[in-house]
Antibody
């Protein structure tokens, strides 16, 4: 079965960077894109960016451009998200998400359990 | 980038029908996907590509779209359907994605 296992919670100081990993299993990693979505406490979902599991091409949201880096290691079937210049506004639950097979619709069919990032001085 | 707009909340009596709407320019070109999120859980895909149900999703969930507006309908709402529901789609540029603000459904 498809699983996305994320790294553990992080506590960071303002201005620091955080890296979260997402290890995929149960499918061919290079056949699906991986997206990152975050959710601030009590808030809605925010799409952050994605990486093509095969080519490694990435796109990030305009809001996070310059601070967000998404990479992947196909040999380890793992995607990574690095967010720099953290502020308290970055305190959120960060999800890695698999894009499904429909192609055109871009549905997010499997979600990790989330990684809590807390930014505090 | 474009936005998707959802009503913040809606209530439905047990066994009745509720429609959750989502509006935005991106929906003119791209079909919406819908996610259910219960407290403390990751979102769950319930409808993709406007009106397709993933395996395991009850058939009381259905989707539709017209122009720049889309709807998720729960026909015969159950207590376990109480949750937040989010729509999303590709952005108007096709390479970014966007989420609606979410609708809290109370049964």
């Amino acid at each position: 079965q498809v699983q996305l296992v994320q790294s553990g919670p992080e506590v960071k100081k303002p201005g620091a960077s955080v890296t979260i990993s997402c290890k995929a299993s149960g499918y061919i990693f290079s056949h699906h894109a991986v997206h990152w979505v975050r959710q601030a406490p009590g808030q809605g979902l925010e799409w952050m960016g994605w990486i093509n599991g095969g080519s490694g091409n990435t796109k990030t949201s305009l809001r996070l451009q310059g601070r967000l880096t998404i990479t992947r290691d196909t040999s380890a079937a793992t995607a990574y998200m690095e967010l720099s210049g953290l502020t308290s506004d970055d305190t959120a639950l960060y999800y890695c998400v698999r894009e499904g097979s429909s192609g055109w619709h871009g549905e997010f069919d499997y979600w990790g359990l989330g990684t809590l990032v807390t930014v505090t001085s | 980038s474009s936005e998707l707009t959802q009503d913040p909340s809606v209530s439905v009596a047990l066994g009745q029908t509720v429609r959750i709407t989502c509006q935005g320019d991106s929906l003119r070109n791209y079909d919406p996907n819908w996610y259910q999120q219960k407290p403390g859980q990751a979102p769950l895909l319930v409808i993709y590509g406007k009106d397709h149900r993933p395996s395991g999703i009850p058939d009381r969930f259905s989707g539709s779209k017209s122009g720049n507006s889309a709807s998720l309908t729960i026909t015969g709402a159950q207590a376990e359907d109480e949750a937040d529901y989010f729509c999303n789609s590709r952005d108007t540029n096709g390479v970014h994605w966007v989420f609606g603000g979410g609708t809290k459904v109370t049964v």
